[in-house]
């Protein structure tokens, strides 16, 4: 898509995983735009090696699986937090114009690590605004859930065992947002387009019950409810109340802006956004857009072939 739609001189893809990258190689067929490194955000030194005469950056690198990182908290917080400090300091140093952080719901009143630890992110890369001094570098983030169909989503996992006849069903209240994978590359091009510094972009998007995905999904299975696994939320949440003085309203989507030096009150930052009411909360039960259940049985059918492979 961006390929596509800006035709920049190069793209650099880093990132531990090489079969992802061969996979991704051959898929582009050799594009002389795109570059891969290998390389991992806890490693400062290869970040700045990897930055050298890029002028944007997406950061998408996370532990992000929320048993993973339940169990492996140190690790967690390597990638998560340390990983976050040192691309915020690699942009600075090597002149990075522009760097939009990938966030997550669970990071809006967090109640397990991988939440907390992107709260921490998320904060980092607001104050890296102040941090960066007279550097021209700025940093903001996008805030969603799971992507749908993405690997470790609800959608690919009911696919694979659907066949068993049995979904496993953590709580028949659940509730979950849904947003395409287009819709998250679309929102980090508004947040590149629209951020001076500091600001949290949150994509309106519809929800569902997960208990109609397992429906439209495998009708004819038996849905078996086996209780919340720790860390796990029953509604997700993108917007707390606690960020609701400092968020604004506008066609398509929500924007937290930063507490702190009076910057939610900056003019230029809010621009035609409508502010928020005192007790808002964003969350995927309290949401008033619902995916119907035809609308996802025509996206599963369009997107059959890509399920569970981003």
């Not at 880093?14 to 290998?38: C, H, T, V, Y």
């Not at 003019?267 to 008033?288: A, C, L, M, Q, T």
């Amino acid at each position: 898509m961006t390929l596509e739609k800006y035709n920049p001189k190069r793209i650099i893809v880093l990132s531990r995983d090489e079969m992802k990258q061969w996979e991704m190689a051959k898929k582009f067929d050799g594009d002389p735009r795109l570059r891969f490194f290998i390389g991992d955000v806890r490693d400062r030194d290869r970040l700045y090696r990897a930055l050298d005469g890029v002028d944007y950056v997406v950061h998408a690198a996370a532990t992000k699986i929320v048993p993973t990182a339940e169990y492996n908290p140190f690790e967690c917080i390597k990638t998560n937090v340390n990983g976050a400090m040192n691309l915020i300091d690699a942009a600075i140093d090597k002149g990075v114009k522009r760097v939009v952080a990938l966030s997550t719901d669970k990071a809006s009143s967090p109640i397990n690590l991988y939440g907390a630890s992107k709260l921490a992110s998320d904060k980092l890369f607001v104050a890296g605004n102040s941090y960066s001094g007279e550097h021209e570098t700025r940093f903001s983030v996008v805030r969603y859930g799971n992507v749908m169909g993405s690997r470790g989503s609800v959608i690919p996992f009911f696919l694979s065992i659907r066949e068993k006849g049995i979904l496993p069903i953590t709580d028949p209240r659940m509730t979950r947002f849904m947003i395409s994978l287009e819709q998250g590359v679309e929102l980090v091009w508004h947040a590149f387009e629209d951020m001076l510094g500091g600001e949290i972009y949150v994509k309106k998007i519809p929800s569902m019950k997960v208990t109609d995905i397992a429906s439209v999904v495998a009708p004819e299975a038996k849905q078996e409810i086996i209780g919340i696994r720790p860390g796990e939320k029953v509604h997700e949440q993108m917007v707390g109340i606690e960020d609701a003085p400092y968020t604004y309203e506008y066609a398509d989507h929500l924007k937290i802006l930063p507490a702190i030096h009076n910057w939610s009150a900056d003019p230029f930052r809010i621009k035609e956004g409508k502010k928020v009411p005192e007790d808002f909360i964003y969350s995927s039960d309290r949401n008033d857009h619902w995916m119907t259940d035809d609308e996802l049985r025509t996206w599963i059918k369009a997107n059959e072939h890509k399920i569970g492979t981003i």
